[in-house]
Antibody
Framework: QVQLQESGPGLVKPSETLSLTCTVS????????WGWIRQPPGQGLEWIGY???????NYNPSLKSRVTMSLDTPKNQFSLRLKSVTALDTAVYYC?????????WGQGVLVTVSS | DIQVTQSPSSVSASVGDRVTITCRTS??????LAWYQQKPGKAPKLLIY???TLPSGVPSRFSGSGSGTDFTLTISSLQPEDFATYYC?????????FGQGTRLEIK
């Protein structure tokens, strides 16, 4: 059973950078695609992007100018950085396995953007 | 971007009822549609992919159908654990997009 766990600060100040890490247990991240999805409180799901096992990325155009994803294969982790955040970036952030759809998800982490 | 519209936005039903949720996309996506179930405070769970395929472990009371732009999720006999929010997601084009969700409530 693949398990994913997000970690990172729960509070980020406006204009700063949101940084999250997803740790994958059971299996190597060098075999699949890995994605990030977010969900503002009480709202629906928004795809942020993915990073492939080889490090190729594909981002949602609505966020592309602010997003960076990376792999840390020795630690079996992948990461999300979202710069210049505003209150509109407040959401539960999920990491998940998949390129076109997502079969394993982390439990999610609430990130609040506030001063 | 492909727009994904679900209906209804909410539905009330009783245990044992048959429920159908509809998903419509703004352009044809063949059968590249997935359904997820989300319970409060939990991550979404993949329920159906390729419009009608159930992953291992998903009960057979769930079924999906459709192709092109119109899709349905049917729960044949509601169980107490099925009360949740359901999302469809198109998997044909990037950026991937989700429907707004359908909240299934106990009547």
């Amino acid at each position: 059973q693949v398990q994913l766990q997000e970690s990172g600060p729960g509070l980020v100040k406006p204009s700063e950078t949101l940084s999250l890490t997803c740790t994958v247990s059971t299996g190597s991240i060098t075999r699949f695609f890995w994605g990030w999805i977010r969900q503002p409180p009480g709202q629906g799901l928004e795809w942020i992007g993915y990073i492939s096992y080889s490090g190729n990325t594909n981002y949602n155009p609505s966020l592309k100018s602010r997003v960076t994803m990376s792999l840390d294969t020795p630690k079996n982790q992948f990461s999300l950085r979202l710069k210049s955040v505003t209150a509109l970036d407040t959401a539960v952030y999920y990491c998940a396995r998949g390129e076109w759809l997502f079969d394993y998800w982390g439990q999610g982490v609430l990130v609040t953007v506030s001063s | 971007d492909i727009q994904v519209t679900q209906s209804p936005s909410s539905v009330s039903a009783s245990v044992g009822d048959r429920v159908t949720i509809t998903c419509r996309t703004s352009q044809g996506i063949n059968s590249w549609l997935a359904w997820y179930q989300q319970k409060p405070g939990k991550a979404p769970k993949l329920l159906i992919y390729a419009a009608s395929t159930l992953p291992s472990g998903v009960p057979s009371r769930f079924s999906g159908s459709g192709s092109g732009t119109d899709f349905t999720l049917t729960i044949s006999s509601l169980q107490p654990e099925d009360f949740a929010t359901y999302y469809c997601q198109q998997a044909n084009n990037f950026p991937l997009t989700f429907g707004q969700g359908t909240r299934l409530e106990i009547k």
